[in-house]
T-cell receptor, first 115, second 113 residues
Framework: KAGVTQTPRYLIKTRGQQVTLSCSPI?????VSWYQQTPGQGLQFLFEYFSETQRNKGNFPGRFSGRQFSNSRSEMNVSTLELGDSALYLC??????????????FGPGTRLLVL | TQLLEQSPQFLSIQEGENLTVYCNSSSVFSSLQWYRQEPGEGPVLLVT?????EVKKLKRLTFQFGDARKDSSLHITAAQPGDTGLYLCAGAGPETSGSRLTFGEGTQLTVNP
């Protein structure tokens, strides 16, 4: 069974631009969560989607948004990029709504550099 | 806001040594997970502990959940170079729901041959 895939793996953008990242969950998984990982802040939860609906949201500004499609694939969008948005963006999938007892499978991440 | 503090942040040891990584919080968690992340990859779940005082063993790795479910530790016996990586603890609940795991900043472990 193929793992979680994320595209692109690397991305360089300039301030003010917008970016869209894609995540394909493991086949059969309906929950997709997004995290931002930076050296200073560690892994921070962005949001979770289940059955095309956002079920949970972290403390990020509205510039960060996402969506999920009927095939469970998910995209996240960051508008008006800032230097501080440079990070590794991780996507994780699970069978159902992920909680403390559910196993989340992480993708390799998309490394975004904002210049 | 629930915070998880991991210590130490960095650890460099020789092959064969033992080590312990700590994960502490002032908040109570319904469960706590440990992950290992290697360069260029996402975190991989090692274990989930649920009951206060619970101890789980995974080969040379021993995980313990504190009695009050506010802290956890990871002990590695006879570390090997293959254990090198970023170790992350993550707590869930009781205030959180869904995927809102709270992660510690991680412990970067380097095991030198």
């Amino acid at each position: 069974k193929a793992g979680v895939t994320q595209t692109p793996r690397y991305l360089i953008k300039t301030r003010g631009q917008q970016v869209t990242l894609s995540c394909s969950p493991i086949s059969g998984h309906r929950s997709v969560s997004w995290y931002q990982q930076t050296p200073g802040q560690g892994l921070q939860f962005l949001f979770e989607y289940f059955s095309e609906t956002q079920r949970n949201k972290g403390n990020f500004p509205g510039r960060f948004s996402g969506r999920q499609f009927s095939n469970s694939r998910s995209e996240m969008n960051v508008s008006t990029l800032e230097l501080g948005d440079s990070a590794l963006y991780l996507c994780a999938s699970s069978l159902g709504l992920a909680g403390g007892l559910r196993t989340q499978y992480f993708g390799p991440g998309t490394r975004l550099l904002v210049l | 806001t629930q915070l998880l503090e991991q210590s130490p942040q960095f650890l460099s040891i020789q092959e064969g040594e033992n080590l312990t990584v700590y994960c502490n919080s002032s908040s109570v968690f319904s469960s706590l997970q440990w992950y290992r992340q290697e360069p260029g990859e996402g975190p991989v779940l090692l274990v989930t502990v649920v009951t206060g005082g619970e101890v789980k063993k995974l080969k040379r790795l021993t995980f313990q959940f504190g009695d009050a479910r506010k802290d956890s530790s990871l002990h590695i016996t006879a570390a090997q170079p293959g254990d090198t990586g970023l170790y992350l603890c993550a707590g869930a609940g009781p205030e959180t729901s869904g995927s809102r795991l709270t992660f510690g900043e991680g412990t970067q472990l380097t095991v030198n041959p």
